[in-house]
């Protein structure tokens, strides 16, 4: 982690918007109109995906993958212009939010300006062909970070977007050498001190195959150097493999707490359900009653949240970053109260601060005790819509359920568990 990150990122929550998809414009300037709704669900930063010119040559879709950039510096046109992104920009922070941008340093389309510019800045065969580490990415062309007038042109680059934005969301991260990720952190600092890096790390299996080929990338604990924030596909594999069935929740609920013994004491974990690279959550937890639960899970473990664009209406569907693909909000299910209120709760100093155990109930149900200054505040969570108990320190008494205002009664040290989340505390 770097070291001067501050834990309260913890109470942040992130909302993520593919500005092509959002609206029926797919603008800027139509975003704005959203703003409000947004900012409703608790939301501290907007994180917008690519917004710049997206190559044509290897175009995957008609449209093309937004991480497929062709030009650094310009917004697309498709979207909107420079003067729209600062407009949008000052709207946000009207409300109270921040700005986000993505950040694409690993690669370019392959017909970007760099590399029509330095070629000499992009990975190459021995044959002298372009060259990628993950040859399921045929759209674009990857950089050589072994060339130190690409570090110039990229910080340059990044300190422009400091002057609007407030944080960085760093695609794929590991793949770029840490030692350029900390040179350009300390060089956008200089423009914009507080301004807040989110990395998207990797798991395990991805980060033995891209070594064995020879080639740099971090660990997560490598990235912390660099980065107040990492997603957690570190233990993505593990959650999916208990979702299947292949392991067990005492499983899941392990490498859950190993994360707090094999990090620095200040790390933060970005949690989340979905992303724009995965299934919707309502796709793979299609149960509307465990969707809630883990919806209140996840918000509940230690570290930031992130929110998907269409997660708060139960979207079963995942949008294509490849073609028009536009959001249906006409959905059954609405989890803004859920996701607002867990939000709220995450802005107490005990879940930012606080010693944090998880344990396996039994039966799919699982529990997360804060401790702080003898108060404990505990989740319970039934993951798979089974009725059980969940054994409590907490002393017998009539207790509110944080989440909903609801009486939770603790008797002989034991708490009844039916279908809905519960949190309650102990002063």
């Known amino acids: 982690m770097a070291d001067d990150t501050n834990i309260e990122l913890r109470k942040t929550q992130i909302y993520s918007v593919f500005v092509r998809n959002h609206t029926q414009e797919g603008t800027l300037k139509a975003l704005e109109k959203d703003l409000p709704r947004i900012k409703d669900l608790g939301t501290d930063f907007v994180w917008l995906l690519p917004i710049n010119p997206i190559g044509k040559v290897d175009r995957k879709g008609e449209l093309g993958s937004p991480y497929a950039i062709q030009d650094y510096r310009k917004i697309d046109p498709a979207i909107g212009t420079w003067d729209d992104l600062i407009h949008l920009a000052h709207q946000i922070h009207q409300l109270g939010m921040k700005l986000m941008i993505d950040i694409v340093y690993n690669h ?27 040859p399921e990415w045929s759209d674009v062309a990857e950089l050589d970070y072994s060339n130190k007038g690409l570090w110039d042109y990229q910080i340059e680059t990044l300190k422009q977007y400091a002057e609007v934005a407030d944080g960085f969301r760093c695609d794929v991260a590991p793949q770029v050498p840490l030692p350029f990720w900390l040179a350009a952190r300390k060089e956008v600092g200089e423009v914009k001190s507080d301004l807040v890096w989110l990395a998207e790390s990797t ?14 990338i971090s660990s997560d604990g490598e990235i912390y150097r660099a980065f107040d924030m990492a997603y957690d596909y570190d233990i993505d594999q593990d959650w999916h493999d208990y979702l299947d069935g292949k392991t067990t929740l005492a499983d899941y609920v392990k490498v859950l707490n190993r994360q707090d013994l094999t990090y620095p004491a200040n790390y933060i974990k970005m949690r989340n359900l979905e992303n724009h690279d995965n299934l919707r959550a309502h796709k793979i937890i299609p149960n509307e009653n465990d969707l809630v639960n883990w919806t209140a899970f996840s918000e509940f473990q230690k570290g930031a949240t992130l929110v998907y664009a269409g997660q708060e209406s139960g979207m079963v569907h995942t949008p294509t970053l490849f073609d028009s693909d536009k959001l249906n909000w006409q959905t059954s299910i609405d989890l803004t109260n859920l996701i607002k209120q867990m939000h709220e709760l995450s802005q107490s100093e005990i879940q930012v601060s606080g010693s944090c155990e998880i344990k ?68």
């Open 108 to 134: 370019t389309s392959r017909d970007s300006v760099l590399l029509k510019e330095h070629p000499e800045w992009f990975l190459h065969d021995e044959a002298g062909h372009l060259y990628n580490k993950n």
């Open 203 to 216: 798991g395990g299996d991805y980060i033995r195959e891209i070594r064995s080929k020879g080639f740099w």
């Open 360 to 427: 396996d109930e039994g039966n799919d149900i699982v529990s997360i005790t804060y401790t702080k200054n003898q108060k404990r505040r505990m989740g319970i969570f039934t993951l798979q819509s089974n009725n059980g108990r969940a054994k409590t320190q907490f002393e017998d008494g009539a207790y509110e359920n944080l989440i909903d205002g609801t009486q939770v009664v603790v008797a002989n040290g034991i708490v009844d568990v039916t279908y809905k989340p519960i949190v309650i505390e102990e002063e």
